[in-house]
């Protein structure tokens, strides 16, 4: 990724640390936690301390909006999770791809002692009861709602909004417990943040649009070039810098301003926008470690 000068990002949401108690506090009313991150930036927008603060607990982790990252990618994400002990799956909230089977795969793959030990007892009947996490604008609403097959769960718009904890019946065999948002203190890893902010996951209001969108492109350049060849048919060099890039995107537009110069900062609000609504074609913004894949 192209080292643009860009000022630190830091976000220190006064909820965060409510809900690390929050979740500590209800752990034990739950059978299982299902964590839901963003399939394109599976890790960046996992909270690195989510291991240790559901440590113990069956987990479930879904890589929402899977119909914008890339396929191949994807099924190296959940081969990653399963070798670190959690299941995974693939799925896509906003379209519903893969939500109506989660809560059986949960039952069959990390509940499953649990099912066959409640099947002995003669206690089919009980109700699963599932916590819902995951960072801010993740899905965790959309999700609820499509299981729920309603508006169950407040949807925001906006980046880390406070939410309480909320209760969510599905019917007779399943309940959910939606915690709110969690991310961390401040982000040791810059990279890190820079995904989530290419995603949308943090406020444009806190950064430099015209850096974050030539980071953005400069990247897909490297990783994805005939996206944006399809994209703005433009021609790419290897000496392309983020602000070459973005200036040939905005002449192609045709986004001039008086005296012959390049609205950069049209350009790059237009280069975002499709890249969030998935324009661009299925990108993944990182990939799982080497060594554990």
């Known amino acids: 990724m192209e080292n643009t000068d860009m000022k630190q990002i830091q976000w220190f949401p006064g909820h965060m640390a409510k809900t690390r108690r929050l979740i500590a506090a209800n752990l034990k009313l739950v059978d299982a936690v299902v ?18 603060m559901t440590k ?7 890589l929402n909006k899977c ?5 191949k990618a994807t099924q190296k994400w959940i081969n990653y999770f399963r070798s670190t002990g959690a299941e995974a799956m693939a799925v896509d909230c906003k379209s519903g791809k893969g939500v109506k089977n989660l809560l059986s795969n949960v039952k069959n793959t990390v509940l499953k002692e649990l099912m066959e030990k409640r099947q002995r007892s003669g206690m089919t009947g009980a ?6 996490v995951g960072i801010p604008n993740v899905g965790k609403s959309s999700l609820i709602n499509r299981l729920a097959g309603g508006k169950r769960a407040k949807v925001e718009d906006r980046p880390g909004v406070t939410r309480t904890k909320q209760w969510v019946k599905l019917d007779n065999s399943a309940e959910l417990l ?35 969108a030539m980071k953005l ?7 994805y070039p005939d996206s ?3 994209r703005y048919k433009v021609e790419l ?33 237009t280069v975002l926008d499709e890249f969030r609504s998935g324009k661009l074609g299925r990108i993944t913004l990182e990939l799982p470690p080497q060594k554990e894949q």
């Open 127 to 132: 109700s699963v009861r599932l916590m819902i």
């Open 217 to 223: 492109l400069s990247f897909l350049s490297e990783n």
């Open 237 to 269: 060099s290897d000496e392309d810098t983020g602000l070459d890039l973005l200036e040939k995107v905005g002449r192609k537009r045709g986004m001039m301003i008086s005296g012959g110069e390049i609205n950069t900062e049209r350009a790059a609000i």
């Open 67 to 71: 119909d914008l990252a890339d396929d």
């Open 56 to 62: 113990g607990k069956p987990r479930m982790i879904l």
């Open 35 to 52: 964590e839901i991150v963003d399939a394109r930036t599976p890790l960046s927008s996992r909270n690195p301390e989510m291991d240790s």
């Open 228 to 230: 944006l060849v399809q």
């Open 178 to 212: 939606d915690m709110p948002g969690v991310l961390w203190p401040k982000f040791e890893d810059q990279s890190a943040a820079v995904r989530l902010a290419f995603t949308g996951a943090i406020s444009d209001d806190i950064l430099d649009i015209e850096t974050l």
